[in-house]
């Protein structure tokens, strides 16, 4: 099979960056979501990023406009029964993950790969939700996108072969590194990331030190390219909340127990970087 028409689902910061990288590459790609002024505000992030690029002269004012015209955007998720792969890259939230696996599944051809970006939830859970589990995988790109390498594959119990080889291919297309992940709670890299940034919160939270203090301590200390407070407002607080739920419903162990100064602050709608108000103010 030959992936030529991408599929993106969720037109932020994930979404969007992933469509970008798709329509590098040279695919024509679809971004979806649920309202126009989300896809609108997802396609103005990509022209300003391939803006930066060719200020920095990465690329040429042509070659910017012919990436801009291979994507599409949509709100009707019957656009994407034209797609030979999409990808999910909507909120971090079960249900809302498996109405979209269940609608795809019943407009897409049977021969569509299903994948999704989800950073924790369990790839087999998601596939079950379809009649077509052979063709669900994991397909994990890390923030930003466009910038970073690693793509984490991660095929759920009834993942073929094919789709596996396949998705890890498209991974190298789009010039990315892929990395083979088994299928529990937060896989690789958000089972070691998470834990980390949870009890860097813990420490805030005891008055172990300040935040700027926690994060310098990480960044000159560890090496680290920015503080996992820092890191967490990049991330968003909702999707790290939702992804130590996720870890500790599927391990249930205290060491996975969100910090209760985390859910204090997503329930106060302080998000981080996409509130303009985290741990830190933006």
Same mark, same amino acid.
């Given at each position: 099979m030959e992936i030529k028409t991408f599929g993106v689902i969720g037109a932020g910061q994930m979404g969007n960056g992933i469509a970008q990288v798709a329509a590098t590459a040279g695919y024509q790609v679809i971004m979806n979501d649920i309202?126009?002024? =989300?896809?609108? !505000?997802? *396609?103005?992030?990509?022209?300003?990023?391939?803006?930066?690029?060719?200020?920095?002269?990465?690329?040429?004012?042509?070659? !910017?406009? %012919?990436?801009?015209?291979?994507i599409k955007t949509s709100i009707n998720l019957k656009d994407l029964a034209e797609a030979d792969l999409i990808v999910e890259a909507a909120t971090e939230n079960e249900p809302v993950k498996f109405e979209i696996f269940r609608t795809l599944d019943s407009l897409c051809p049977p021969e569509s790969i299903l994948a999704t970006n989800t950073s924790s939830i369990p790839i087999g859970r998601i596939g079950a939700k379809t009649k077509r589990p052979d063709k669900v995988i994991g397909m994990h790109f890390m923030n930003p996108v466009p910038v970073m390498k690693l793509v984490e594959v991660i095929r759920g119990l009834e993942t073929s072969d094919e789709t596996f080889k396949l998705t890890w291919d498209l991974a190298v297309k789009l010039g990315k590194t892929p990395a083979?992940?088994?299928d529990y709670p937060g896989f690789i890299a958000n089972r070691i990331l998470l834990p980390m940034i949870n009890?860097?919160?813990?420490?805030?939270?005891?008055?172990?030190?300040?935040?700027? @203090?926690i994060d310098t301590v990480m960044k000159l200390g560890m090496n680290h390219p920015m503080?996992?407070?820092?890191?967490? #407002?990049?991330?968003?607080? #909702?999707?790290?909340?939702?992804?130590?739920?996720?870890?500790?419903?599927? =391990?249930? #162990?205290?060491?996975?127990?969100?910090?209760?100064?985390?859910?204090?602050? %997503?329930?106060?709608?302080?998000?981080?970087?996409?509130?303009?108000?985290? *741990?830190? @103010?933006?």
């Open positions: 309202k126009t002024d =989300f896809v609108e !505000k997802g *396609f103005n992030a990509i022209e300003k990023n391939l803006s930066r690029s060719v200020e920095k002269e990465k690329i040429s004012r042509e070659e !910017k406009n %012919v990436i801009l015209e291979r083979q992940a088994e009890e860097a919160i813990y420490c805030l939270y005891h008055g172990v030190g300040k935040k700027e @203090d503080g996992p407070l820092a890191l967490a #407002d990049l991330i968003g607080l #909702d999707t790290c909340l939702a992804i130590m739920e996720t870890l500790y419903d599927g =391990f249930k #162990d205290s060491k996975y127990r969100p910090c209760p100064l985390l859910r204090k602050y %997503v329930e106060a709608g302080r998000l981080g970087r996409k509130t303009g108000k985290g *741990f830190y @103010d933006y």
